[in-house]
């Protein structure tokens, strides 16, 4: 087993900080009406499968950085509908039409810490293909 390098410490890192994002995010509304919608509960359940493999990605990163590469792909495309549902429901509306109980406000919404946990997610997955690449 070799040494684990710059970039492992950097996959590690930048997937517990994506992972650190998506609780702070996802937490507070995993026991309100936002888990219990038809299409915003699976957005949900998605999120916080993401960040659970955010974390054990985090950890492997030391150990198997290859495997790690791929699992921290995996979870940012997991991430990603619940932050585009954040900042941009009326898309969302347009594409799976039904019956909504609240009224869209704006089809794009401001949401500082969707758009982090958005920039979190291209970092790893900038990361992840660097580190995919060089283990090979």
């Given at each position: ?11 590690g890192a930048s ?27 699976p957005i ?93």
């Open positions: 087993m070799d040494k684990p390098t710059k970039q492992n410490y950097l996959l997937c517990l900080l994506a992972a650190l994002l998506q609780l702070w995010f996802a937490f507070p509304l995993d026991g309100s009406e936002f888990s219990g919608g038809r299409l915003t509960g949900l359940n998605l999120s916080d499968y993401g960040g659970n493999v955010f974390l054990i990605a985090g950890v492997l990163a030391l150990f198997l950085p290859r495997l790690a590469s791929v699992m921290a792909l995996a979870a940012g495309f997991l991430c990603l509908p619940l932050y585009l549902y954040s900042i941009a429901p009326g898309i969302f509306r347009q594409l799976f039409p039904g019956e909504y109980k609240m009224p869209i406000a704006s089809s794009f919404t401001w949401n500082a810490l969707a758009l982090a946990g958005i920039a979190s997610v291209a970092v790893v997955v900038c990361i992840a293909v660097y580190c995919f690449k060089k283990s090979s």
